[in-house]
């Protein structure tokens, strides 16, 4: 009950790439830089069992974003013909890569960091996917002129992918998909639509992760025009209930969702943000337990996973260290309670 998890990444060492930095090149190169990702990833399994988390992440370790290290190795698509775009509704630009062709997997994308992840934990491991809106919406396309056609496209490949990893040992595959909270009306029409395509017939648990951004500057002044209440969710919580996804993550913690909206999710496991992943402040263990109290009078105990609003790639090591021993304290204090 309570078991503690992560959105999935965390920082990356200072050897690998540039701290605190979202889309931070790699500082090592070939066979030296294979060594180095596989290295960070014991380093963030073994910081997540030494806080106390239940259900552990790779960390992404090995990507240098969460989108763009998936299409590394998914032909159609062309690195070298980057242009920069608006992303999220043009919340802010980034540089991306280019559909040219038709898109295809190259041949498995996260197997050999899942094997190697997997043979290096005994707790259950969950591993982290862009979902097909969030890629559509993270890239240029110049083939496909449709985002519906191209998220399903990028469905299948996803789920592709997912078999193989569920046949390797992850016991959580989750889809993550910030997009679903910009673009509302294409989430009814055929958002719900590419995650049942993407996690069609998978043997594991399937998840989704829905939040409002990294904690960095663009994000944070979007937060600041949602007004009082951020009430996003309660129009995509509803379709998420009536679909086939095991578990929603999502975002809490110093957020102005109101929690009454966790209750449109039964019937799901709800994995609550009680980290803020937008301050340096690490949460004491009593303000986790206080959201997760809060949480519990819409969400049963045993659907409740406390979780981190979203990744913590671009916080400071020890920031992020800290914030896992606050979770998993907070935790604990609550499971200390319902024992009684």
Not at 56 to 78: P, W
Not at 138 to 165: M, S
Not at 232 to 254: G, H, K, M
């Amino acid at each position: 009950m309570l078991l503690t998890t992560i959105a999935g990444s965390l920082p990356k060492p200072s050897w690998l790439a540039k701290p605190e930095t979202l889309w931070a090149p790699w500082q090592l190169s070939g066979e030296a830089l294979a060594e180095a990702k596989r290295d960070a990833v014991l380093i963030a399994l073994k910081e997540q069992e030494a806080a106390g988390i239940d259900i552990v992440t790779d960390g992404e370790q090995s990507r240098q974003h969460f989108v763009h290290g998936f299409l590394e190795q998914v032909e159609g698509i062309d690195f070298a013909k980057r242009v920069t775009i608006g992303i999220r509704a043009n919340r802010y630009k980034a540089e991306v890569p280019t559909v040219v062709g038709p898109i295809r997997r190259k041949g498995p994308v996260h197997s050999d960091e899942v094997r190697f992840a997997r043979a290096h934990t005994q707790k259950k491991l969950k591993f982290t996917i862009p979902g097909p809106m969030t890629i559509v919406d993270t890239i240029a396309d110049e083939y496909y002129r449709d985002r519906r056609r191209l998220a399903l496209e990028f469905a299948r490949v996803i789920n592709e992918e997912a078999q193989e990893l569920a046949a390797l040992g992850v016991d959580v595959l989750q889809l993550d998909e910030p997009a679903f909270n910009v673009y509302l009306d294409d989430v009814k029409t055929w958002g719900i639509e590419t995650l049942h395509r993407a996690t069609d017939g998978i043997s594991c648990k399937t998840a989704v992760h829905i939040c409002y951004g990294y904690g960095i500057k663009a994000n944070i002044e979007w937060k600041q025009t949602l007004g009082s209440e951020w009430r996003q969710y309660e129009e995509t919580f509803p379709l998420l209930a009536q679909s086939r996804i095991d578990q929603v993550s999502l975002e809490c913690a110093n957020s102005r969702v109101p929690l009454s909206l966790l209750g449109l999710l039964k019937g799901k496991d709800v994995l609550v943000g009680v980290i803020d992943v937008a301050t340096n402040t690490i949460e004491t263990p009593e303000q986790v337990a206080e959201t997760l109290r809060k949480a519990m009078a819409f969400v049963a105990p045993d659907r409740l996973y406390p979780c981190t609003n979203c990744g913590m790639v671009p916080l400071a090591r020890q920031v992020a260290r800290g914030k896992l021993g606050a979770l998993a304290a907070g935790a604990a204090l609550v499971r200390k309670d319902l024992a009684r």
